[in-house]
């Protein structure tokens, strides 16, 4: 187990060196500079150059990779072109929005689709699996924007409950946050859940074909008991999979939600900083995201090893 | 009263009728067994019993357990019938076992599911049961799982969770089917034990009337769905009123007529190969320590030549066989086909294409979505010139003619044919290309008897009439025995005997090869010839 744990280990790090590389050298050859964009088209060469000089652009592109790979690993993501400000400050602001707004919609979709998924499994070819079936054909298709628009409608303008978009800050209170945060990780939960569903389902349904299912009810386990002790563990392995993508797109994917709920998420910040070219930014909350899904990936292997035996020997 | 009496037992499934008024009886402590071909309906008879039929199941008639009809208990009541008072042992032992839970967590499943016992008596009785099935604690903790074990001991595992709590009926449908002769034989042993001391009832589901033949009290032979000749196992065997119980104990015990044939000069020729593989490195940047899978392994097969490798399942047959066909390379030694070497740098082509082979699975070889003229064409691509337009139409209807099959079915999809039709059909594609040698991997392995007995004849004809020379690949020694005029015995990746068949069959002299012989089952002589015996006392 231990000697799996370090194999990923090393394979994540050499991930990130990797991704760092190719985000570096992405961002330099897009075009626009960032200099000229600040100070508009009628700037001096001269003054260009100064304020060129000033954000550290005219070193050589080795040098300046170093400095900002090097700076991350002490915490220091440099400063923003645009509005100079620690980088590493503006991250961690948004990243407090939308790192719990990506768990709680994670735990949503999570919460849904186990259930759904499992009782359509049980329930094949009954109306419980075909009403699932439906509704998870239906959560497929409909954009998450529109859920978001139809739970504003009803919830906060019908209704009341909830207010229509804005977040208040952890220090307003965390409920008051968290309720903030509820109508925008439903309505980003709703189709991950449907996808999450329809996966759950098809794993369990296969699994129960298996002959240890057979052997479970030979030995006299219920129909219930079977699925639930053998089935659902095995069923797990593509399910978690699916776990570690979404995660990866609820972090950085969200951005037409929080522009429907007017949250000041990384989705934001990203585009705003890709139309301003403030190139520091965008590269660094690529690099996050991109730790982020290798993180994540990360623990979705530690957690195959811990559902299945097997892989723990294989590694 | 008995055990077990199914009393006109029907069975349809959608409306298909598969079990036609069925009866038969099992007593306290007997082996009963049931035999008959593919498709006739015994595991369907076995899973009927545990009221586990499948999906879209009617059934009708009676199965009185113990004087109590199960078809009319509710499932609450069958499901603490199962494990506590029938037990079921399933023919693949690879799949049977949940692979994410430990062998000690399964087997007390059994225990606990009943609540038969609190977990720490379960515990050890977990431990006592799967000694008693030969896994003893001390080498196999509970904590093992699946993955660690090989196919026999998995199945000893299945046998330890269905006899945990000592049911009075234990149906065991193939349960050594998957299994090496030597691994059967103990595992046969293992269930007879396990009868003679606990007084079990067995029902025992097999195809193969040897493994009965010397072990069940009685024998019900199945035909499509139906018991045409039952009774104790002796008198079946003597008397053999249904004549479809005379053409399965004839088809087991077929030989093919091989028929005189002129030896040659060498052919393919093996010299001193050894194949490694690397294995499991034994620290994280450690050498790994390789395994010999074939070790300094020497042999020739002659023109003509029919020659059969045998050997238990991780013995080296299969890696031999990818060597031999040129599909990997070997780290020592030299294979070569009329004196040219099957690997160079790379694999040799034109080497290759003298070579064919035929697989076990008449099912998943073929690509379902190409018509069988196609199929048995392939081998085409080999060739630097293949015959094109009218010559490759003869070329496909001579090869199926060649396996006793139309020419008109070259327009066929692979679905419309049985079991030994699709090996008929994987035999002209390997004849094809008119190849020096034809492996043939497990070939009739999966085949009922009577079908297995017609395969045999067409590769004895075929290599008489073409002088075709075959490297025999098999488990089964019957088989091997009735096709081959000489006989590889492999173990542990070398070959520790070889010799012709009649000799080695009749005065085995390596341990290993006497082992094997003692541990396939045999079928007793034909009646007549036992009559014939008598006479002549």
Known sequence: MLRFVVKRLLSLALSLIVASGVIFLVVEVAPGDPASFMLGINAQPETVAALRAELGLDQSRLARYLQWTGGMLTGDFGTSYTYRTPVAQMIADRLWVSLPLALYALALSTLIAFPAGILAAARRGRPADIGVMGATQLGVAIPNFWFAMMLVLIFAIQLRWFSAGGFPGWDAGFFAALKALTLPAIALALPQAAILARIMRSSLLDILGEDFIRTARAKGLTARQALWRHGVRNALIPVLTIIGLQFAFLLAGAIIIEQVFFLPGLGRLIFQSITQRDLIVVESVVMLLVFAVIMVNFLVDLAYAAVDPRLRLRA | ?537
């Open chain 2, 1 to 537: 009263m008995s055990l077990l009496d199914i009393d006109t037992l029907s069975l349809a499934i959608f409306g298909k009728p598969i079990l036609k008024r069925l009866s038969l009886t099992v007593e306290e402590g007997e082996i009963a067994a049931l035999t008959g071909e593919s498709g006739s309906g015994k595991s369907l008879t076995a899973f009927a019993t545990m009221g586990l039929a499948p999906t879209g199941s009617r059934m009708q008639g009676r199965i009185a357990f113990g004087g109590t009809d199960l078809l009319r208990l509710p499932e609450r009541a069958m499901c603490d019938l199962r494990g506590r008072q029938i037990g079921m042992v399933f023919q693949e032992p690879m799949t049977a076992l949940n692979p994410v839970q430990t062998i000690g967590a399964q087997v007390m499943e059994t225990i606990l599911v009943h609540k038969a016992m609190p977990r720490e008596a379960a515990k050890a009785r977990a431990r006592e049961v799967l000694a008693r099935v030969g896994l003893p604690p001390a080498r196999f903790p509970l904590s093992r799982y699946p993955h660690q074990l090989s196919g026999g001991q998995r199945q000893r595992v299945v046998i330890a969770m269905a006899i945990a709590l000592r049911p009075r009926l234990l149906i065991a449908d193939e349960p050594t089917t998957a299994l090496d002769v030597t691994t059967q034989a103990q595992i046969l042993d293992l269930l007879k034990t396990l009868v003679r001391e606990d007084g079990m009832a067995l029902m025992m589901i097999t195809h193969d009337l040897a493994v009965v033949s010397d072990m069940a009290d009685t024998l019900h032979v199945m035909r499509h769905g139906e018991i045409v000749e039952a009774g104790r196992t002796a008198e079946v065997l003597r008397d053999m009123r249904h004549p479809y119980t005379r053409q399965l104990f004839d088809a087991s015990r077929h030989r093919a007529d091989l028929g005189a044939k002129d030896i040659g000069a060498p052919l393919l020729s093996v010299r001193n190969v050894s194949r490694d593989y690397p294995a499991a490195r034994k620290s994280l940047f450690g050498k790994p320590e390789p395994f010999r899978a074939v070790d300094t392994v020497s042999f020739d097969i002659r023109h003509g030549e029919r020659v059969g490798l045998v050997g238990e399942s991780g013995c080296g047959k299969s890696t031999l066989t990818r060597a031999i066909l040129g599909l990997e390379p070997v780290q020592e030694g030299q294979i070569t086909l009329g004196g040219e070497p099957v690997w160079t740098d790379r694999a040799n082509l034109a080497i290759r294409r003298r070579m064919q082979v035929v697989f076990q699975d008449p099912y998943g070889s073929f690509n379902p979505r190409h018509k069988v003229g196609r199929l048995i064409a392939e081998p085409f691509h080999l060739l630097p010139d293949p015959p094109r337009g009218g010559a490759r139409e003869r070329a496909i209807g001579a090869a199926l003619a060649s396996v006793g099959l139309a020419p008109k079915d070259a327009d066929r999809y692979i679905h419309a044919f049985s079991g030994g039709q699709r090996q008929r059909i994987a035999i002209a594609r390997a004849l094809i290309i008119k190849p020096d040698l034809i492996v043939f991997d497990e070939a009739v392995s999966a085949l009922d008897v009577r079908v297995r007995a017609q395969i045999l004849d067409l590769m004895a004809d075929l290599s008489r009439d073409h002088g075709l020379t075959y490297l025999f690949i098999s488990h089964d020694l019957g088989v091997v025995r009735s096709i081959t005029d000489r006989v590889l015995v492999m173990k542990a990746g070398r070959i520790v005997e070889d010799r012709p068949t009649k000799a080695l069959f009749d005065a085995p002299k390596h341990p290993y090869t006497r082992s094997l012989l003692a541990a396939a089952p045999t079928l007793p002589p034909p009646p007549e010839t036992r009559d014939a015996a008598q006479a002549s006392l």
